[in-house]
């Protein structure tokens, strides 16, 4: 059985029959990063939530660690500390090698975009990620995302922070996740389109992922206006809502 546990943003454990994986670590305390809007969006320092007391155990047994990107709601100061003190094992993009190196992480394995290699005695792939419409994209800087095959489990696709591309959708319709990771927060900072899916494009990565879809990036960071609530509400409106799982924080899922 495949267990994933859901800290909070982006945050999350993938427990398999032997190792235990985790992913993008914030886990800072409540309110000890700067506000990622001013205006826009109330101030709020983050994360706006704390990390739940009983993942703080689960981190104990971690065997290894994917980041997507650096940006600090994905790997924060604490994550950085927790990987650096426990020698976690980690695998990132290729893009991103030099920079976690300098910071003391030990990186022991890159991947590029669209090219399959070995990883914990199955695969994994990097898969091109767009963190914006438009021009933010490009100021956003590199992300990566990951569709994971891990042995005797269901496959795994963790899109990271993005919007519905040509690579998202190729990945949904020829590689047939079991399971699909969708962040749906529809970050924004003060200026420019959206930094991840529109409600619409969250609608259509659902409709076209072949099985389970778990909702992310929701309630943790105060530059993501959209809630579980109201994407509940989306997902039900359009006969979607059996099919996507929205997880609490802290909350242990179980996929048979």
Do not use: W
């Not at 546990?5 to 454990?13: D, E, K, L, P, W």
């Not at 990063?33 to 047994?61: D, G």
């Not at 959206?194 to 309630?219: G, R, S, T, Y």
Request: with cysteine; charged share 25%; proline share 5%.
């Amino acid at each position: 059985m495949l267990k994933i546990h859901h800290f909070r943003n982006a945050t999350m454990v993938i427990k398999t029959e032997k190792d235990i994986i985790l992913v993008d670590p914030m886990l800072g305390e409540k309110g000890t990063m700067a506000t990622f809007t001013y205006f826009r969006f109330k101030a709020q320092k983050n994360p706006i939530v704390s990390l739940p007391e009983k993942c703080k155990a689960i981190l104990k047994k971690v065997t290894h660690c994917l980041i997507t990107h650096k940006h600090p709601d994905h790997i924060d100061k604490e994550g950085e500390r927790f990987l650096i003190e426990n020698n976690i094992p980690v695998t990132c993009s290729y893009k991103d090698e030099k920079l976690f190196k300098s910071k003391g992480l030990n990186i022991v394995q890159t991947l590029k975009y669209f090219k399959r290699v070995s990883f914990l005695g199955v695969v994994i792939e990097g898969i091109p990620a767009k963190h914006g419409y438009g021009y933010i994209a490009k100021p956003m800087g590199n992300v990566m995302g990951f569709y994971i095959e891990l042995p005797n489990q269901k496959s795994i696709y963790l899109s990271s922070d993005t919007i519905y591309t040509e690579a998202v959708d190729k990945v949904l319709k020829e590689y047939q996740p079991k399971i699909s990771v969708v962040a749906c927060g529809t970050a924004q900072l003060d200026l420019f389109q959206p930094l991840l899916m529109k409600m619409n494009d969250i609608i259509k990565f659902v409709e076209n992922a072949p099985e389970k879809v778990i909702a992310n990036h929701l309630e943790a960071v105060n530059h993501c206006p959209t809630t579980r609530k109201q994407l509940q509400k989306e997902l039900e409106n359009k006969g979607l809502s059996e099919k996507v799982i929205i997880p609490l924080d802290g909350e242990i899922l179980q996929i048979n």
